[in-house]
Each structure stands twice: as structure tokens, then as C-alpha cells.
DNA sequence: TGACTCATGTCAGTATTCTGACATACGGTG
DNA sequence: CACCGTATGTCAGAATACTGACATGAGTCA
């Protein structure tokens, strides 16, 4: 009631539409990722070893936004299934360097270019220039809320 | 090992700088909010209630972007502390519109400030015609998530 | 060498959210 | 009036992610 048609003056604080765009490609994402059954996270790491061969537990965690415990639980499945490979001992310190398997870098592809899709629908109504200047203003939001605003030059 | 100084050449997709910066969006208002004993799903709520009073649960949800069901777990929550009221009985069909309470509202004020200051730092590193292009940009890219590219003309 | 700090992996418990399912209430249609 | 599709609130169970805490290993410094 009153959803489609009021004017839903809500905030339309950046903040929000920051939210609502996440919401929406992360919905997109799990959309096309479910019939491969796949998670967005299951995903993002796969992708992040593929980009990143040897990440360790806790850099894959930071990678894909999440604590070290729930991407250590994710892994421990990717390892049972074997899309990933830890070796039994650490080769220096605690950190146990993961891998894909071929069958996990055959499971990121379809998965890749499922999301890809995505990626290219979601560009699909910005202009190049548009594009561009999404990166840099994305970017530089990043920069502001991590370092904390216009103080650190 | 190799996180501040490698080039980190990752992705860098639009979709993954989305992420990274609703994340550091997330996690700043968290930081912020937790002093005051409020969670952002928890702030959410209260923000939508005090711009559109009368919203039911389901309405709630939708603009929190969670599910009916963890939307009604929180706004139990939110009644029993006195934040918010709802009918007993629902005045028409099943939906019960909420309300916030006048201590509901001025516990919303503090939060609310708390996150302007988020948002103003947010902002603080673009220019204007930057935030004015990241409205259109966002909301670009939401419409053309949920409607399917540039299919629906 | 010994103490200190930091990062990592891991265990345990908790919290939050989601999926599935059901009954109810409104609107449209025959 | 009866039927059907849609939307809502709600209950129950499962999945997921988080916080807290601990021991280990590496680097630094006296």
C-alpha cells in the first residue's frame, strides 16, 4: 500500500542510496549465483584467490568483508568440496596460503560470468564518462569514511 | 603480509568498490551508533518511522531492505523499550501501523545527528557537482538492477 | 636471551537474519 | 455470493555471521 505510487521522499540521503545500490546488486548477485549454488561470499572468495593465488585466511576475510571465523568456516567447506587446497603445515608463521583447484577455477568461471552479467547490466544505464566518474567518487567516499573525512590530507 | 604495500589490483570493479563502500559506510555507523546503544538495522527503523509515520512492518522491511520477519523481531524489541507504538488491532486488513513514541524521537535525534556527521564526512571528499553526479549515478544503477538493464526502456 | 607487540588460526557461545510455511484480510472477477 | 491472487503478520527451524577468548609464531627492542 502506498509503495509504487507515493513519492517515497524517504531520505535520499547518499547514504540510503548507497544502501539501496548494494541491496540491489547483491540481490542480482545471489539471483544469478543460486542456480549454481553458490553464495555471494562463496563467490567473492573464489574470486579473490583467482586474483590473489596464496591469500592466507585473514586476508581472504578482509577481502571479501567478513570475520576471519566465518570465512575460515566458508573455507574449511571449499576445502571438503575441493575447490580449494590449504597445505597441512603453515610454510612460514601461522598464515596457510590457499589455492584453487582446477575444479575450483572451473566452478569461478561460470560463476564469473554470471556476475559479470551483472556487473554489465548494472553499468548498462551509465555513460562511459559516468563510469569513470563512479570510480573515482566511490573511491574517494572510501577514502573519507576510512581516514576520516577531510583530515587527513 | 603484503596488504598495505601490495598494489592490490583486485577486482576494482564497480561492483566491488560498491561493496567496499557501503561496507565502510556500515561500519562507520556502527561506530558511531554503538555508543548510543542503537544498531543501525535499529536506527534504520526509527529513521523511516519519524519521515513516514504509519508505516506497517512489511513497509518497514522493505525500506531497511530485510525481511518481514527480522523487521518484526526488531520492532517487538523497539515496542517493549517504549521506542515505538502500534494497535493493538489493525485498523484496516492485517497491517499494523507504527509509530514512534516521543522518547522513541528523541533518541532518534541523537542517533540522527551521529549519522549526519557519517554522511558529512562521507561528503566531505567530493565536490559538489561529484555529489550531485553520485545521485544520479546510484540510482542509475539500482534502477537498472532492478529492472533489468536497458531493456526496460 | 627475554619481554613485548602484533597478526594469525582456532574454539566456543551468542546473535542476527533468512527460508519455509500457515492463516487471515482485502480486492477483483465470474 | 464464491473463487482466486496478492499482501500481511506470525510461528518454527536452519543458516549465517559475529563477539570473546586462547595459544602459537614472527618481529622488535633492550
Redesign the pocket.
Known sequence: ?S?KDAGVDLDKSLGYLLKEASSALRAAM?EVLRPLGM?V?HYSCLELLAQRPGL????L?RGA??????M???LQTLERDGYVTRPAA?P?????PARLTPSGRRSLEKASAAVRSVELRMLSGLTEPEQTAAFGILGSMIHSLRDGGDAAG
Chains 1, 2 share one sequence.
Open positions: 500500500m509503495q545471489e553464495t561470499t592466507s585466511n585473514s586476508e576475510a568483508f567478513v570475520t576471519r571465523q566465518s575460515n568456516v566458508l603453515p612460514v608463521g601461522k598464515a596457510l
